[in-house]
């Protein structure tokens, strides 16, 4: 499995950073680490995909039922992405319209502060 999944907590927003791929067989993961922080009420979440080489549609499912469930509570998932490979993904089924992305880790903590 080629999956690394890290988090730290800054300011008030929980940054997840995701390195290796996102597929079927790695999106459970992802789900599962993601939900931990929204069951515990951290639902200001930063999803760094700085590191992810490779991004399936079930990665896309994870992310976007996720955005769901922390909208249900008021939070909102900021997604940092320069990999122009997974941006095209985002872009070509119009996730780019739903997600907000930023280019680095700091922008997406900038945005988060702005909008508190």
């Known amino acids: 499995m ?3 999944i890290t ?3 800054r300011g008030g927003a929980t940054v997840v950073h995701v390195g290796g ?7 459970p993961v992802l789900r599962e680490h993601l939900d931990e922080h929204i069951s515990s009420g951290r639902t200001d979440l930063v999803v760094d ?3 992810v080489t ?3 549609s079930t990665g896309l499912g994870v ?6 469930l922390v909208r249900a509570a008021n939070g909102t998932i900021r997604l940092v992405c320069s990999n122009d490979r997974i941006l095209s993904v985002f872009s070509i089924t119009g996730l780019d319209k739903v ?3 930023f280019p680095s880790v ?9 909008t508190a």
């Open 2 to 4: 080629d999956l690394s």
């Open 7 to 9: 988090s730290e907590v």
């Open 21 to 27: 791929e996102i597929d079927v067989y790695t999106a």
């Open 49 to 51: 995909l700085g590191g």
């Open 54 to 56: 490779f991004m399936a």
């Open 63 to 68: 992310l976007v039922g996720r955005l769901k």
């Open 99 to 101: 997600f907000q992305i």
């Open 106 to 114: 700091d922008d997406a903590l900038a945005a988060t502060a702005s």
